[in-house]
């Protein structure tokens, strides 16, 4: 197969699995962002996937003669009038095309999807009598942004936080609550990927479980008698890495097309 033929499908493959149409098309910017499959000469196709495009990752993907970067935030979001190697994202941009690797940002369309980072990001909880989507799409009702879990049985917090911990990889979280961590009282749980200000908007739940929240609205779920937990924006999103490296294997199913995990893609903040 010609490398312009096996870059279409690719491309093909992981819109099959995300397709666009399930992304925010109100805000977010999903999908090829940057085609350099025209200068890309490599004979194996390879693809790196990370969470975040930064530098690091950039350099990365040269030293490995990527084919592909798939990233699933987006780094382009805005229109660019001018290109230039003094900022960090645009220099990484002229790197990129240099070198003939293009970028693919799937994002929300990840996040709404079944079998999505959402759908994963609710397995930390142990077992589940029933999930919902909170936001769904308007061209398919079963994917959406965020999930609404019950639990099969009633849970202490004590319980969940080990459980998220070791479902994330993390050593820490974030925890605002008014209840006692050992009572049973956790029955619902509203889970999203990322930031989950706007998804939790209007919803009630015993705990809520997310990357990010903004002060006024965390403190506004304590108040009203349930419990957040935060776990930082990327960390909540970054263990999804494998299983999508798993679906794309099993998408491709094809020896010369190589799939990695970024190892220099991380969450920006640390505990110190």
Not at 168 to 181: C, S, V, Y
Request: glycine share 6%; hydrophobic share 40%; with cysteine.
């Amino acid at each position: 197969m010609s490398c312009p033929a096996r870059f279409q499908r690719v491309i093909a493959g992981i819109q099959k699995l995300y397709p666009i149409a399930y992304a925010d098309s109100s805000w977010d910017n999903t999908g090829l962002l940057v085609d350099a499959s025209g200068v890309n000469k490599s004979e194996k196709f390879h693809i790196l996937l990370t969470v975040d495009l930064t530098q690091s990752v950039v350099e990365e993907a040269i030293r490995a003669r990527s084919s592909l970067v798939l990233a699933y935030h987006p780094f382009i979001f805005r229109g660019l009038k001018s290109i230039t190697p003094n900022d960090p994202q645009q220099s990484s941009l002229i790197k990129l095309i240099h070198h003939g690797i293009s970028v693919y940002c799937p994002h929300t369309s990840v996040d709404a999807a079944k079998g999505g980072v959402n759908d994963w990001l609710a397995l930390a909880l142990g077992k589940i009598k029933e999930k919902a989507v909170i936001e769904k799409n308007p061209a398919d009702e079963d994917v959406g942004m965020g999930r609404l879990v019950t639990l099969s049985s009633p849970a202490s917090l004590n319980e969940l936080v080990p459980r998220i911990k070791t479902h994330l990889g993390i050593h820490h979280l974030q925890l605002a609550t008014k209840l006692d961590p050992d009572a049973a009282s956790i029955t619902t749980v509203a889970v999203c990927a990322g930031s989950g200000g706007s998804v939790f908007r209007n919803l009630d739940a015993d705990l809520y479980l997310t990357g990010e929240l903004s002060h006024h609205e965390a403190l506004y779920f304590k108040e009203k008698g349930s419990s957040v937990i935060i776990c930082n924006h990327s960390n909540t999103e970054r263990g999804f890495l494998s299983v999508l490296r798993e679906q794309l294997a099993r998408e491709f199913d094809d020896p010369e097309i190589a799939i990695e995990i970024s190892t220099t893609d991380e969450d920006p903040f640390i505990i110190v």
